[in-house]
């Protein structure tokens, strides 16, 4: 049987059953839609359980793959599948002899714990996704451009685990490993966003500078020219730039940045950013913001608008406030939960609820601490006013 896996078992030979596999699923799915397709890999995988055969061994691997794939693009499976399928890609590679390390059929192993990344990601199980791209980085001997993909994984995960330090130096790994120009600007925006949240301002000026004559993607470009107005909006609290490139037709007239424009202003020290805010007049305009793609920022927001509603008793307001708090640490980005700690802490202080302020702001303030490494409480240059309270004695009046 060794021989007949070694010759089955390789990488031209993977790469045409995978080609074939496609081809295959793609008619499925013309014809019964992504659950019926869904249902289709996994009676083949089924169906192949038993086998031994080398040639099966491989085509029931990528249908494994397959059904990974699709849950992470479409869902459909439980937890448990998830991890009954794992666990299968495991032993396949195990019994056919696949060993991690530097075979030439390794990268299997890569594959497969890079799609359990993605999966936990998708989950907002940001810690498991971490794990699981630290091994699809070590676990097989790839090339410096799945390398470099690897470390803007990994960069992704640990910044939104709040380790800026971590973040950054897989990013610039990254940076160094590819000369693919797609992957090279993603990285080098999350890189300028991961300094700026470290609080290394003048390092994050610098390279917002230098990327704006290289980065040539146009959504890559949107983002940068947004890291570049938070840093200023940070350093002056003036959001007039901000707010100027997400009126109606404007660059960034886009839900993401129009929600984040709101907790930006929701965060300030004075109203009157609130006041200025054309599109989003509290909750009337959030409600018709399209959030396919952001449904907790979109939340987390409208609540947060809302409870400005002085029309609405304000216990139902602070209720609807306590329902989206454990929301919070779930959002896919480390500043958009900074930001919803630091406008939910400001509307509980307007509203002379210190000891619920206190408790929200202290999870702003900890993890600014943790993304700065303890150079800063402050992270988003918001709060000063907030950190010089002292709390204890707000508590007592």
Same mark, same amino acid.
């Given at each position: 049987?060794?021989?007949?896996?070694?010759?089955?078992?390789?990488?031209?030979?993977?790469?045409?059953?995978?080609?074939?596999?496609?081809?295959?699923?793609?008619?499925?799915?013309?014809?019964?839609?992504?659950?019926?397709?869904?249902?289709?890999?996994?009676?083949?995988?089924?169906?192949?359980?038993?086998?031994?055969?080398?040639?099966?061994?491989?085509?029931?691997? &990528? *249908?494994?793959? =397959?059904?990974?794939?699709?849950?992470?693009?479409?869902?459909?499976?439980?937890?448990?599948? !998830?991890?009954? /399928?794992?666990?299968?890609?495991?032993? !396949?590679?195990?019994?056919?002899?696949?060993?991690?390390?530097?075979?030439?059929?390794?990268?299997?192993?890569?594959? *497969?714990?890079?799609?359990?990344?993605?999966?936990?990601?998708?989950?907002?199980?940001?810690?498991?996704?971490?794990?699981?791209?630290?091994? =699809?980085?070590?676990?097989?001997?790839?090339?410096?451009?799945?390398?470099?993909?690897?470390?803007? #994984?990994?960069?992704?995960? =640990? *910044?939104? /685990?709040?380790?800026?330090?971590?973040?950054?130096?897989?990013?610039?790994?990254?940076?160094?490993?590819?000369? +693919?120009?797609?992957?090279? +600007?993603?990285?080098?925006?999350?890189?300028?966003?991961?300094?700026?949240?470290? #609080?290394?301002?003048?390092?994050?000026?610098?390279?917002?500078?230098?990327?704006?004559?290289?980065?040539?993607?146009?959504?890559?470009?949107?983002?940068?020219?947004?890291?570049?107005?938070?840093?200023?909006?940070?350093?002056?609290?003036?959001?007039?730039?901000?707010?100027?490139?997400?009126?109606?037709?404007?660059?960034?007239?886009?839900?993401?940045?129009?929600?984040? *424009?709101?907790?930006?202003?929701?965060?300030?020290?004075?109203?009157?950013?609130?006041?200025?805010?054309?599109?989003?007049?509290?909750?009337? #305009?959030?409600?018709?913001?399209?959030?396919?793609?952001?449904?907790?920022?979109?939340?987390?927001?409208?609540?947060?608008?809302?409870?400005?509603?002085?029309?609405?008793?304000? &216990?139902?307001?602070?209720?609807?406030?306590?329902?989206?708090?454990?929301?919070?640490?779930?959002?896919?980005?480390? +500043?958009?939960?900074? /930001?919803?700690?630091?406008?939910?802490?400001?509307?509980?202080?307007?509203?002379?609820?210190?000891?619920?302020?206190?408790?929200?702001?202290?999870?702003?303030?900890?993890?600014?601490?943790?993304?700065?490494? #303890?150079?800063?409480?402050?992270?988003?240059?918001?709060?000063?006013?907030?950190?010089?309270?002292?709390?204890?004695?707000?508590?007592?009046?």
């Amino acid at each position: 049987m060794a021989q007949n896996v070694f010759e089955i078992w390789r990488r031209p030979n993977i790469e045409r059953e995978k080609i074939g596999i496609k081809k295959e699923l793609d008619q499925v799915l013309l014809s019964h839609r992504e659950e019926g397709r869904l249902l289709y890999i996994i009676e083949q995988i089924n169906q192949l359980s038993e086998t031994r055969d080398a040639e099966k061994m491989l085509r029931r691997f &990528i *249908l494994v793959m =397959s059904a990974l794939v699709h849950h992470y693009r479409f869902g459909g499976l439980g937890k448990r599948q !998830i991890n009954d /399928l794992a666990m299968q890609g495991q032993e !396949i590679l195990r019994v056919v002899g696949v060993k991690p390390g530097h075979n030439q059929v390794a990268f299997l192993y890569s594959e *497969l714990h890079s799609i359990l990344s993605d999966i936990h990601h998708s989950n907002h199980e940001f810690a498991q996704a971490l794990w699981e791209r630290q091994l =699809s980085a070590k676990i097989a001997i790839m090339p410096a451009e799945h390398m470099a993909r690897q470390n803007l #994984g990994m960069g992704t995960c =640990s *910044l939104r /685990l709040g380790n800026a330090a971590l973040a950054i130096h897989a990013l610039k790994n990254g940076l160094s490993q590819t000369e +693919d120009p797609h992957t090279r +600007d993603r990285i080098r925006v999350q890189l300028v966003k991961a300094m700026r949240l470290a #609080g290394r301002l003048e390092e994050t000026r610098e390279l917002i500078q230098e990327s704006e004559n290289i980065i040539r993607d146009e959504s890559c470009k949107l983002e940068l020219q947004w890291q570049r107005v938070t840093l200023h909006a940070s350093a002056s609290q003036d959001l007039s730039e901000m707010i100027a490139i997400t009126r109606k037709g404007m660059s960034h007239d886009a839900s993401s940045y129009l929600m984040e *424009l709101y907790l930006w202003a929701a965060g300030q020290p004075k109203m009157k950013w609130l006041d200025r805010i054309p599109a989003l007049d509290r909750s009337s #305009g959030l409600v018709n913001i399209n959030a396919q793609h952001h449904g907790q920022l979109q939340s987390i927001t409208q609540s947060i608008a809302e409870a400005y509603d002085s029309t609405v008793p304000f &216990i139902k307001r602070i209720s609807e406030i306590k329902k989206v708090m454990p929301r919070i640490r779930d959002m896919p980005f480390v +500043d958009h939960e900074l /930001l919803s700690w630091i406008a939910m802490a400001r509307w509980l202080y307007r509203n002379r609820s210190y000891e619920l302020a206190a408790t929200v702001f202290m999870e702003y303030k900890s993890l600014s601490l943790k993304l700065s490494e #303890g150079a800063s409480g402050d992270i988003l240059g918001l709060a000063d006013d907030l950190l010089a309270i002292n709390w204890t004695e707000k508590y007592s009046r």
